[in-house]
């Protein structure tokens, strides 16, 4: 069956170093992934889209990567802050008309 | 602006109970969703509407059904609510399912008793 794997253990890192979180795959061959971050009490918000001709994207202090090969994504943020802490998505979709899968997401806690 | 909007906030029931589930956005988009949330289950879609006029199952629509009342609103409705729909809604919508970055709402909190 089709899965899609994020750590449902939270990652607690000291601010200033890069986080990395992970979403591995499988039965999928997605035509692109996303990442979206969620705060306590609100909806998920877009952040990044990585189609899978490519290997790597960048917006500011975020950096995803997209391994067809692996079957995964990492998701990196840079110069970490506490306002970074929050729960990240990834999501999945087959090709460019299909529905989004979600990931558990992954809870990241940015420590001063 | 204003994205997408969703009410009740919040929302307590008792079984057998009914009640919708609003959501109305305001960017035009064609595509709308509605998933639900529980703890360790990630977002599970429960249907969606990729343009006005038509409406589809998702994964898990049992218990559930949905009017895209025109291209802003697209409603959920529970008929007879069970305490297994214990759960956070949220609404979300894009501009197509081609171009599918989804805004969402802020969610529906959910508890039946």
């Known amino acids: 069956s089709q899965k899609i794997e994020q750590n449902s253990e939270a990652l607690n890192i000291q601010e200033g170093k890069t986080a990395t979180l992970t979403c591995n795959y499988t039965?999928?061959?997605?035509?692109?992934l996303q990442w979206y971050r969620q705060d306590p009490g609100r909806g998920p918000v877009f952040l990044l889209l990585i189609r899978e001709n490519e290997k790597e994207k960048r917006k500011e202090r975020l950096k995803v990567t997209f391994d067809t090969t692996l079957k995964q994504s990492l998701f990196h943020i840079t110069a970490s802050q506490p306002a970074d802490s929050a729960t990240y998505l990834c999501a999945l979709a087959h090709n460019a008309g299909n529905m989004l899968t979600f990931g558990g997401g992954t809870r990241l806690m940015v420590k001063p | 602006n204003a994205g997408v909007t969703q009410t009740p906030k919040f929302q307590v029931l008792k079984t057998g109970q009914s009640m919708t589930l609003q959501c109305a956005q305001d960017m035009n988009h064609n595509s709308m969703y509605w998933y639900r949330q529980d703890p360790g289950m990630g977002l599970r879609l429960i249907y969606y509407?990729?343009?006005?006029?038509?409406?589809d199952k998702g994964e898990v629509p049992n218990g559930y059904n949905v009017s895209r009342l025109n291209k802003r609103e697209f409603s959920l409705r529970l008929e007879s609510a069970a305490p297994s729909q214990t759960s956070v809604y949220f609404c979300?919508?894009?501009?197509?399912?081609?171009?599918?970055?989804?805004?969402f709402g802020a969610g529906t909190r959910l508890s039946v008793l």
């Open positions: 979300a919508s894009s501009e197509s399912q081609a171009k599918n970055i989804q805004y």
């Open positions: 039965n999928y061959s997605p035509a692109y």
């Open positions: 509407s990729a343009s006005e006029g038509t409406t």
